[in-house]
């Protein structure tokens, strides 16, 4: 059982907060990708209807099996919590190769596409403030072997400036590299401090993310940085906003 916590607590609303902002921003981000591909507002309409009930139905879903303790069952095979982070990375990979992620990577501003990033800063003094109340173990903090807090605050910094001009592509690679790589290091860090593991031994064991609203950290969160990464690969690999005067509605550019 986890210290007693309350979403009267700020940091504790975080994890609501933060998920249903990610969701708003997205369903946003949908219709204005779609409007920008030349598709008519009844196709963007359904499109961006799509996103946001697939998105309230994964939250609701995730939120509701949290709640009867099914991620708890660690002797379950295969393990809840397993089946989804699997189901979180084919999420992502959907999402990022189907239309949504193809039209967001060429209509939607590189520099919007790091910022949203931004949203790892205050997620990890949340994460932190969960640690010094006893509720997550230390190695998830910054405190211990999570440094993704650097991604929150270098996406706001990266963003500026490429949005003023003064970074270009080669930066945001860059930047999109090493993020990447500090997201996989703390869900590594994650998957081996659970009882499955207890890599860092029974005293330190991640359970938290189990219970609502917590398991919206990897349900929504994760997946939403690790999406995010994904879309700025193919937002780096395409041509931005091509010219579709002309074009068909519904058609980006020819070949796509």
Same mark, same amino acid.
């Given at each position: 059982m986890?210290?007693a916590y309350?979403?009267?607590?700020?940091s504790?609303?975080?994890?609501v907060?933060?998920?249903l902002a990610?969701?708003a921003?997205?369903t946003?981000?949908?219709?204005y990708?779609?409007?920008?591909?030349g598709?008519?507002g009844?196709?963007?309409?359904?499109?961006t209807a799509l996103?946001?009930l697939g998105?309230a139905a994964w939250?609701?879903v995730?939120?509701?099996v949290a709640?009867?303790?099914?991620?708890r069952e660690?002797?379950?095979?295969?393990p809840?919590?397993?089946?989804?982070?699997v189901l979180?990375? %084919?999420? !992502?990979?959907? #999402?990022?190769?189907?239309?949504?992620?193809r /039209?967001l990577? $060429?209509f939607?501003?590189?520099?919007?596409?790091v910022a949203?990033?931004g949203?790892?800063l205050?997620?990890e003094?949340?994460m932190h403030?969960?640690?010094e109340r006893?509720?997550?173990?230390?190695q998830?903090s910054y405190?211990g072997?999570?440094?993704?807090?650097?991604?929150g605050?270098?996406a706001?910094i990266?963003?500026?400036?490429?949005?003023?001009?003064r970074g270009?592509?080669?930066?945001?690679?860059?930047w999109?590299?090493?993020?990447?790589?500090l997201?996989?290091n703390?869900v590594v860090?994650a %998957?081996? !401090?659970t009882? #499955?593991?207890?890599?860092f031994?029974?005293? /330190?064991?991640n $359970?938290?993310i189990?219970?609502?609203?917590?398991?919206?950290l990897?349900a929504v969160?994760?997946?939403?940085?690790?999406?995010g990464h994904?879309?700025?690969?193919?937002?780096?690999?395409?041509?931005?906003?091509?010219?579709n005067?002309?074009?068909?509605p519904?058609?980006?550019?020819?070949?796509?």
């Amino acid at each position: 059982m986890l210290p007693a916590y309350s979403l009267s607590d700020p940091s504790v609303l975080a994890f609501v907060v933060i998920p249903l902002a990610l969701a708003a921003a997205s369903t946003a981000a949908v219709w204005y990708a779609w409007r920008r591909s030349g598709e008519t507002g009844l196709a963007a309409a359904r499109a961006t209807a799509l996103m946001a009930l697939g998105g309230a139905a994964w939250m609701a879903v995730t939120w509701a099996v949290a709640a009867r303790g099914t991620f708890r069952e660690w002797n379950r095979l295969p393990p809840s919590l397993a089946v989804l982070v699997v189901l979180i990375v %084919i999420i !992502s990979a959907r #999402l990022t190769m189907g239309g949504a992620g193809r /039209r967001l990577a $060429v209509f939607i501003p590189l520099w919007v596409l790091v910022a949203v990033q931004g949203f790892r800063l205050p997620l990890e003094l949340a994460m932190h403030r969960m640690f010094e109340r006893g509720i997550m173990p230390e190695q998830m903090s910054y405190s211990g072997r999570n440094f993704d807090i650097v991604t929150g605050a270098s996406a706001l910094i990266v963003a500026a400036l490429v949005a003023t001009g003064r970074g270009g592509r080669g930066l945001v690679a860059a930047w999109n590299v090493i993020g990447l790589a500090l997201l996989l290091n703390i869900v590594v860090v994650a %998957i081996v !401090s659970t009882p #499955l593991f207890a890599l860092f031994g029974p005293d /330190r064991l991640n $359970v938290w993310i189990t219970y609502p609203p917590f398991i919206w950290l990897p349900a929504v969160m994760v997946l939403a940085a690790l999406t995010g990464h994904l879309i700025i690969f193919r937002a780096l690999g395409r041509p931005r906003e091509p010219d579709n005067r002309g074009a068909r509605p519904g058609i980006i550019s020819p070949g796509n």
